[in-house]
């Protein structure tokens, strides 16, 4: 992980370019590189992992369907990557002010990478990592344990938690609202929710995205999405302040970051961390449009491919000066109820 901001020194690099983001001068080249029987919580047994197998790609079996993108080794790769790159952008694992925490929950932990550094930085806390796929490592700290569960049924767990980390997640509920307010139902007062989201679809900072089928790919993503049951992108990660105060929340704080398409940026730092979403996001891109488009607009598997090529041409280019959205929500639950 990189190392920890200096005692004073602001966590917000990334957030405090967006206002002066320039681009880069392009060459001659413009393209850039609690166990409960009575729940739903779920043992890891045979069935688990009899995958889905749809256009080449590999998708969970528990709650077959639910989760639009694929979970086998090469998107594990890059949710690895992807964890990398937040390491860059926000410098710790959470931005929320923890202090001893004793229980922790990672809702969605993938390869279970965050939930093992987090456990690795809190030794006394016991950290749990939920996902619908046993993508998770076996050899981890004693103090983490990974379940397979459904964050969106009813939480069953024999206590409350510090915290509750949920990353990258915009897009993967039904009703937000309802997880919120679980996750609020299950905190300890005093404890902490924290969101770290992406937007979509991408801006610019000025007018290269316009007409673009980078442009195009963000709107029918959430399009194929909210046709699907479960919005994504800015349409969820901007209501996060709005729903955690309905469900109770307070002291709620933001912190807006950005992701380059590329590196096209000027400065250093942007530039290093849009080469690295370039990759991510080319390296994504077939998993993250296959099941949504196919599914959720009736393309072919043909139409989809033709379309990913148009559009990781327009991620290499340089002459686009895209960005994702990058918010980071996260509030306490009050100490004593109203």
């Known amino acids: 992980m990189a ?6 020194e602001s966590i917000s690099l990334n957030h405090a370019r967006e206002q ?43 709650k077959d369907g639910q989760y639009v993108f694929p979970n086998d080794e090469r998107e594990q790769d890059r949710l690895d990557l992807q964890h990398h790159m937040c ?44 996902d619908l796929s046993p993508s998770q490592p076996t050899f981890v700290p004693p103090n983490l344990k990974y379940i397979i569960d459904d964050a969106e049924e009813l939480w069953v767990y024999d206590h409350r938690f510090d915290y509750v980390h949920c990353r990258l997640m915009a897009g993967c509920f039904a009703d937000p609202e309802k997880l919120i307010q679980q996750a609020f139902d299950n905190l300890e007062p005093g404890g902490y929710l924290e969101f770290q ?19 195009k790919w963000g709107i ?9 049951g479960r919005p994504m992108g800015t349409e969820v990660s901007e ?30 730092y942007m530039k290093e961390l849009g ?10 891109l077939e998993g993250f449009c296959l099941a949504l488009m196919t599914r959720g607009l009736g393309w072919t598997k043909e139409e989809v491919d033709v379309f990913v090529a ?8 340089r002459g686009i000066h895209a960005y994702y959205p990058m918010p980071v929500v996260w509030g306490r639950k009050p100490l004593t109820a109203n």
């Open 87 to 130: 390491n860059l952008t926000y410098r710790r694992l959470h931005l929320a002010p923890l202090e001893k925490p004793r229980h922790a929950l990672d809702i969605g932990t993938g390869t279970g990478i965050w939930a093992m550094d987090f456990a690795d930085q809190y030794p006394e806390c016991q950290v749990i990592g939920i």
């Open 20 to 62: 002066t983001l320039e681009a880069d001068s392009l060459s001659d080249n413009d393209s850039a590189l609690g166990d409960d029987t009575q729940s739903t919580t779920t043992s890891l047994s045979e069935s688990i992992y009899n995958y889905r197998q749809e256009h080449g790609r590999t998708y969970h079996s528990y």
């Open 197 to 215: 989201d992406y937007g979509l679809p991408c801006r610019s900072v000025d007018n290269t995205l316009d007409g673009t089928s980078l442009e």
């Open 239 to 268: 209501k996060y302040r709005e729903w955690m105060e309905a469900a109770g929340f307070v002291n709620i704080e933001e912190q807006h970051f950005m992701w380059p398409s590329n590196a096209w940026p000027k400065d250093k």
């Open 3 to 8: 190392d920890e901001p200096a005692e004073g």
């Open 220 to 228: 029918l993503m959430c399009e194929a999405a909210r046709k699907l």
């Open 310 to 317: 148009k559009v990781s041409a327009d991620v290499k280019n």
């Open 275 to 284: 080469n690295w979403n370039m990759i991510n996001i080319l390296e994504g």
